[in-house]
């Protein structure tokens, strides 16, 4: 082989090897801003899902009084 194509060969697989490096780091950064956007749509609905959860635990816990004060026999 010619110093020549010696040299073509290795600013080809130079390029090859940093195209592959962007790609990879391309992928990861698309990774990166999913996974943050499923986070931020998540969040407002574990916020809402604990926010209604303690809002019926308590109702379930006044309607226990209610039954609870209606059924005590009375003095």
Known sequence: MSNESINDFSVALNNLLKTVGTLAQQQIELL?????????????????????????LNTVGQVVQNITSALAPKK
Not at 32 to 53: C, F, H, M, R, Y
Request: glycine share 12%; hydrophobic share 45%.
């Open 32 to 56: 990166n801003i999913g996974i943050k956007a499923a986070g931020q749509v998540i969040e407002p609905l574990v916020k809402t899902s604990s926010d209604l959860l303690g809002n019926v």
